[in-house]
């Protein structure tokens, strides 16, 4: 692993420049990446594309929500992201208009990409579930032969779990699992009746764990705390502006760095003012992405020395490539004779439960697909009103398996010269497939869901047996969330890669450090950064990352 960065390739202080740091992007990690720069006494603007909501406007509520969102589909503002279960749950104005923010992809090849251009982004829609990434993740690829093995590992990035988990409120249990490592977790939600039968039942049949998941309540806003604690602003964006030391900038729509005069130091930040269409350029010693995996890829190609004299440069070849995403499948199911619970139970990234990986952990294992897969599940915690269930009596769950794909050199973010957005900035354009690995594995969760459903004694059925839908059975039949097949790339939300991290610039994009090789004051430290994807949702990890690149970065800083 690598050494701290040295004084002599970290920012150095800007003079009389207004900011030590500029932010790009407002959500998970840059509200990170804001509180450590600014708790370490930098000065630091945050940039973030689109409008500053209150919480009430942001949070919204029924029935405008549905109301906006029948306005919504009916406009083709949405079209792509309605596929998604988490538009039927949100405000549809914290999903991005998609008319004036547009991408391509091949004919024959879909990508879903959902996009949440606000003050908080896409932390305000987050399903708050929090799981560490092991070193069977970290490491795979010494395991396995594929692609490079992360630079980083458990080692360095468990203290910043430890910070974030006591910070945020995670609720959790410690189950002694090498392949999911323990955090510091609040006390576990419990289990309902059914979650209990089935643990007992595949732990009995087929040797699996059923464990508590691991993530943030539902959160009920007050006066006192209108934000949720999994959202920016209801922790680390908050705690940032605090110190006095950061200023929040919204509809600041960031188009492309610029690089000094040696090629080799990014000296200031181009962006389009989102209601004037002026353009600016704000000038600062560091600079941190954390605009989303592919529009901070977007923002490194617009950069980049093949589209403008003196522009990054990229010693690997790699900038927008080994694009990834989970890959999904989901099954709904009913166990007859379960008692009820003495209280309705609530669905939350607390209040769940995890069938984690228990495939291809050690060398030599004989299944048909590298790497891993974990199976989301739930049991009477999303039960409508008497008369709409179909099978009265009978405990209704989901099982959600999302696997880890690939990093493939052919998947890829690229720009789209002859299309622009709003803004008149390039469009990405995003080529992004399944392999024969994750057809594979999919069938494996397939047949593993189908075993754990009949080992708890219950029947895998359509949603549409399980509960009356007079009015969004439709929209649902349609839906890619409810076919047997798995969904295209980008549906489960967690794309990964294209500027990813390495030991050495031949290899990659960013160092350990998240530095760019190409520019050492321009930090990487969202998704894009990720070598492999691991199975575990990544929301954690990549704040846990961009703290760590942010503490070394500040700390370099203040030795000059």
């Known amino acids: 692993m690598s050494a701290a960065p040295s004084p002599t390739t970290t920012a150095s202080h800007g003079g009389d420049l207004p900011w030590d740091a500029v932010v790009v992007g407002a959500g998970a990690n840059g ?28 949070l919204g509520s029924e029935p405008l929500n549905s109301l906006r969102r029948l306005a919504h589909l009916s406009s083709g503002r949405q079209r792509l992201q309605r596929h998604h279960p988490g538009f039927w749950k949100h405000n549809p104005e914290l999903f991005v208009d998609e008319r004036q923010n547009p991408y391509s992809t091949p004919p024959d090849a879909p990508f ?37 093995a992360w630079p980083i590992g458990s080692a360095e990035l468990a203290p910043f779990y430890d910070r974030l988990e006591t910070l945020l409120g995670v609720h959790g249990q410690r189950d002694g699992l090498p392949q999911l490592p323990d955090g510091r977790y609040l006390p576990p939600l419990p289990f309902t009746p059914g979650e209990t039968h089935l643990q007992a039942a595949i732990g009995r049949a087929l040797g699996l764990p059923l464990i508590h998941s691991r993530g943030f309540r539902l959160h009920k806003p007050t006066a006192a705390a209108p934000w949720p604690p999994s959202s920016a602003q209801g922790r680390c964006l908050a705690r940032a502006l605090a110190t006095g030391r950061v200023q929040l900038r919204s509809g600041a729509v960031v188009s492309h ?88 139970a609530e669905l939350s990234g607390a209040g769940s439960c995890f069938i984690p990986n228990t495939v291809n952990l050690d060398e030599g294992s004989s299944e048909a697909f590298l790497r891993g897969y974990g199976i989301w599940a739930a049991l009477q915690r999303f039960d409508p009103p008497a008369l709409l269930r179909r099978r009265p009596g009978e405990a209704v769950g989901f099982l959600i398996g999302h696997g880890e794909v690939l990093a493939r050199e052919g998947n890829r973010v690229s720009l789209e010269t002859s299309q622009t957005d709003a803004w008149d900035l390039p469009i990405p354009h ?7 690995n994750e057809a594979a594995m999919v069938a494996h969760m397939q047949a593993r869901m189908a075993a754990v459903v009949a080992a708890a004694g219950g029947r895998i059925r359509p949603i549409e047996e399980l509960f009356v839908l007079p009015v969004l059975e439709p929209l649902i039949r349609n839906s890619l969330a409810v076919r047997p097949e798995p969904p295209p790339p980008g549906y489960y939300i967690h794309e990964l890669g294209g500027a990813r991290m390495a030991e050495r610039p031949e290899e990659g994009v960013v160092d350990p450090w998240n530095r760019c ?32 690149a942010c503490a070394a970065a500040a700390a370099g800083m203040r030795r000059h």
């Not at 450590?36 to 942001?58: Q, Y």
């Not at 606000?118 to 970290?138: D, M, P, Y």
């Not at 430290?525 to 990544?538: I, N």
């Open 257 to 344: 760095l610029e690089l000094d005069g040696t090629g080799r130091r990014a000296e200031a930040v181009v962006l389009v003012d989102a209601t004037s269409g002026r353009r600016e350029r704000l000038a600062a010693p560091l600079v941190v992405l954390c605009a989303s995996t592919i529009e901070t890829v977007r923002l490194l190609l617009h950069s980049s020395d093949a589209v403008r004299s003196g522009g990054l440069s990229d010693p690997s070849g790699r900038l927008g490539r080994y694009l990834m995403d989970h890959i999904s499948t989901s099954r709904f199911f009913s166990i007859p004779a379960i008692e009820a619970p003495p209280e309705p």
């Open 31 to 58: 509200s990170v990446a804001a509180m450590v720069l600014a708790e370490a006494g930098l000065r630091v603007l945050v940039l973030e594309a689109g409008p500053d909501l209150s919480a009430r406007r942001a």
């Open 517 to 548: 090789w190409g520019a050492s004051n321009v930090l990487v430290t969202d998704g894009a950064c990720w070598p492999s994807a691991g199975w575990q949702s990544p929301t954690l990890t990549e704040m846990a990352i961009t703290w760590r």
């Open 112 to 148: 879903l990409w959902t996009r949440g251009r606000q003050v908080g982004g896409k932390s305000l829609t987050w399903g708050g579930i929090t799981l560490r990434l092991s070193e069977a993740e970290f490491q795979a690829a010494r395991r396995d032969g594929h692609g490079p």
């Open 430 to 436: 995003i080529d992004c497939r399944w392999g024969a």
